[in-house]
């Protein structure tokens, strides 16, 4: 259970009002956790959508489930939340310049033709990408300002960027490899 300063005021839930400032230091505490970049594509009928993303985690295994995270500020949260199947496209450290296409807003990611093809399931599929994981939505959660979505991997592409992914941290992009072994 987690515990707070017995002196802080609280509102009648026994929470911390929401105008304290845990927001601030939440943001500045996962701004410097470090996090791996994938690309979320999916197609809900209406056109190909996606965005970069640093909320992916893996939940389960046995079977195998991801999610991730979509704030309600981004245009393309709509279009993924509405789909039924996505593409989860891991990134290595030399696709830094799709990472940031990604996450420009206001522009059309998919305008490059001959940068993405279709798997035959639908789903829009990045070129050169090569480690992807292809899965059915199995819920979504509102979650504050944000729709986590839960996913049922169905097809798994492991490449070899997994030897070098990109990471992002406190609004930088790094490339981990092997340098960066401690033990």
């Known amino acids: ?3 707070h300063d017995a002196s802080a005021p ?7 009002p929401s105008e304290t400032p845990v ?20 197609d809900d009928g209406s056109g ?4 970069t993303a640093t909320s992916v985690i893996s939940v389960s295994a046995e079977p195998a489930l991801l999610a991730f995270s979509l704030s309600s500020s981004s245009s393309a949260t709509p279009l993924i939340a509405r789909a039924d199947t996505v593409v989860v496209h891991l990134l290595g ?11 420009t807003g206001g522009i059309d990611r998919f305008a490059d033709t001959g940068s993405w093809t ?8 990045l070129a050169g990408v090569d ?21 049922r991997v169905l097809h798994v592409q492991a490449g070899r960027h997994l030897d070098s ?19």
């Open 131 to 151: 480690s992807w994981l292809r899965g059915r939505t199995v819920d979504r959660v509102e979650a504050g300002s944000a729709t986590v979505v839960i996913v």
């Open 165 to 183: 992914p990109l990471v992002y941290r406190n609004r930088t992009w790094y490339a981990l490899d092997e340098a960066a072994v401690l033990a």
């Open 93 to 103: 450290s030399d696709q830094l310049e799709l990472a940031r296409r990604f996450a």
């Open 23 to 42: 927001t601030a230091d939440f943001k500045a505490a996962f701004r410097n956790h470090p996090a791996g970049v994938a690309i979320i594509t999916a």
């Open 118 to 125: 279709r798997l035959a399931t639908g789903e829009p599929l």
């Open 48 to 51: 190909p959508s996606g965005l």
């Open 10 to 16: 609280t509102d009648s839930t026994g929470d911390l």
């Open 1 to 3: 259970m987690a515990s």
